[in-house]
Nanobody
């Protein structure tokens, strides 16, 4: 089993920055891709970013390209999401997820952390 815990959320004014962190523990060798998703109440879950195990492959949702950067520290089993130039529409609960090597699906999810951006 894999356990994911996010931290770093909070409130910030538009144009500000936040850095989210996702710590993984347990059978982390079963994860080959880590991703960030977000969801605002009443809206569908939205893809934010993903990163491969080696960190060599990254991908971003259109809404965050050029503003957010995903990275990972495999020695610490941590994935980071640096969010710059935040906008009110970035307000959501951000969750990290681990894609399982065997299933190819995001089988592991953190509890989420709230990000609120005020105008």
């Amino acid at each position: 089993q894999v356990h994911l815990v996010e931290s770093g959320g909070g409130s910030v004014q538009a144009g500000g920055s936040l850095r989210l962190s996702c710590g993984a523990s347990g059978r982390t060798s079963s994860i080959y891709v880590m991703g960030w998703y977000r969801q605002d109440p009443g809206k569908e879950r939205e893809f934010v970013a993903l990163i491969s195990r080696s960190g060599g492959i990254t991908n971003y949702g259109d809404a965050v390209k050029g503003r957010f950067t995903i990275s990972r520290d495999n020695t610490e089993n941590t994935v980071l999401l640096q969010m710059n130039n935040l906008k009110p529409e970035d307000t959501a609960v951000y969750s990290c997820a681990g894609r399982d090597t065997a299933s190819g699906k995001y089988d592991y999810w953190g509890q989420g952390t709230q990000v609120t951006v005020s105008s």
